[in-house]
């Protein structure tokens, strides 16, 4: 948390060079993780994991619906070295597309955009054959989670006021 906090700005400074609207914004929205965690299936780094208004229902976590045409998930990343070094990782983001925007996807678009701002993929469009790789492992999920693996159970938040 400690390290987080004095990095964020300067990653979030990093990810809005790529212009992407989620980018500029999506260290505003609601927090799901209680502090930064590492997460093995994405390079080892300490991750957060955002959501936009209408993907409120992703703290229902397992128990939520399909969710609605427009959400927006975010994950951020940084990774610290064992003599303290601290490098910003990528910017993850799952957006959910109208129906048959890519049906096997359960439609949701992913984006890698890099520490620079650069843009690695997004789906069905620039760089879409790198980031087949995150549909590859998302769907390895049971077909009632739609590719969603939530956060992990220690380092989830329980907001009272979700519904
Ligand atoms: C090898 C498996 C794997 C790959 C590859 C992978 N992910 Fe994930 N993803 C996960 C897991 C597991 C979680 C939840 C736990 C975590 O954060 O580590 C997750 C969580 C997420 C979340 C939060 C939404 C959720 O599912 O709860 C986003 C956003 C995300 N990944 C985006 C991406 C993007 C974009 C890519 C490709 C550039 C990608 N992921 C590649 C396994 C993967």
Redesign the pocket.
Known sequence: MVIYDKVRDRMVAGYRLSHDPVAERFVEWRRYNSAP?R????GQRF?N?Y?NATARA?GDYENADELPVGSV???DSFAVTQRGDVFTG?L???EKMPKGFRPEAHDWR???IMPDGSL??TTNGEGNE??E??????E??GEDQQ??????QEFRVQFLNLR
């Open positions: 965690y997460s093995a299936t994405h991750v994991n959501a992703y998930l975010a994950k990528p993850f983001l799952m992913y984006t890698m690695f993929g790198r980031v790789f995150c549909i590859t492992c998302h390895a999920v590719q969603l693996f939530f956060v992990p």
